[in-house]
């Protein structure tokens, strides 16, 4: 093995930390069933500092602060903060509510931010803005991007493929491969939290499918994306 490179079998090389449980979005498929309020056993300030050390002193390289909606926690600069300070790469996946401004999100980078995923799961504003069960998402969701371009953070966007946007996939992959972002991660339903309780399991998408999926309709489309495409599978 090359002397720098990372050894997966002796620690993880990311640490992706659910700061809260807290989320002002109420998506159909949350498998956190997030709410507005955070859980009443949430690592407080200090024990939150005490987990980035932990992912220090274990040699990971990379946490990403997600959620739940992260910026739901008074203390985010702050952690981004204290993790660049240990020399950490951060990432922060934000619900994209109103509280996602454009000063939030140069706030961020100030902290020292490197990347900043937002989640897109349809072309289609009325079909995203009714899978996150909130209006006016998807624009804020374009707003933040070019923002995040703007003050020059990594940009990553994450999708659920799944049977809302089957249909429609073509024109979300066009509008994806559009982005100036260095990679999109695929995420494929995992049947628990809300959408255990919204939807019988007879009605999401299969494993068999996923496969035809990919085969079928996001293959094809990969040499056109300047960018990764990852496939995230819990
Ligand atoms: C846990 S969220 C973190 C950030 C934020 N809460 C969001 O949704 O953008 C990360 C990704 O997981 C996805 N996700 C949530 N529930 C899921 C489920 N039941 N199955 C698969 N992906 C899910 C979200 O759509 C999002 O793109
Ligand atoms: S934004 Fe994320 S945490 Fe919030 S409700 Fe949607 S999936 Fe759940």
């Not at 709410?35 to 274990?58: C, F, S, Y």
């Not at 203390?75 to 934000?94: E, S």
């Not at 919204?198 to 293959?219: D, E, I, M, V, W």
Request: glycine fraction near 6%.
């Amino acid at each position: 093995m090359h002397p720098n490179a990372f050894d997966f079998r002796e620690r993880p090389f990311l640490v992706i930390w659910e700061t809260t449980h807290a989320c002002d979005l109420a998506c159909v498929h949350c498998r956190a069933s997030a709410d507005p309020n955070p859980a009443p056993d949430e690592l407080n300030h200090e024990e939150a500092r005490e987990l980035i050390q932990g992912v220090k002193d274990m040699g990971t390289p990379i946490l990403v602060f997600s959620g739940g909606g992260p910026l739901k926690r008074p203390d985010l600069d702050d952690l981004v903060r204290y993790a660049k300070t240990l020399k950490l790469r951060t990432g922060v996946i934000p619900a994209v509510t109103p509280a996602l401004t454009p000063e939030r999100i140069q706030a961020l980078k100030d902290c020292g931010l490197d990347q900043i995923a937002f989640s897109l799961d349809a072309a289609r504003p009325e079909e995203h803005d009714a899978f996150r069960r909130v209006g006016g998402v998807f624009d804020r969701t374009m707003e933040s991007i070019r923002i995040a371009n703007e003050c020059g953070l990594a940009v990553q966007i994450n999708s659920l493929i799944n049977v809302h946007n089957q249909e429609n996939l073509d024109e979300l992959i066009e509008l994806i491969a559009g982005f100036n972002i260095v990679f999109w991660e695929v995420f494929f339903l995992v049947p628990v939290g809300r959408c255990w309780g919204g939807h019988r399991p007879s009605q999401l998408t299969g494993p068999l499918s996923f496969r035809r999926y990919l085969a079928n309709r996001l293959k094809p489309a990969m040499p056109s994306m300047p960018f990764m495409v990852l496939r995230f599978i819990i």
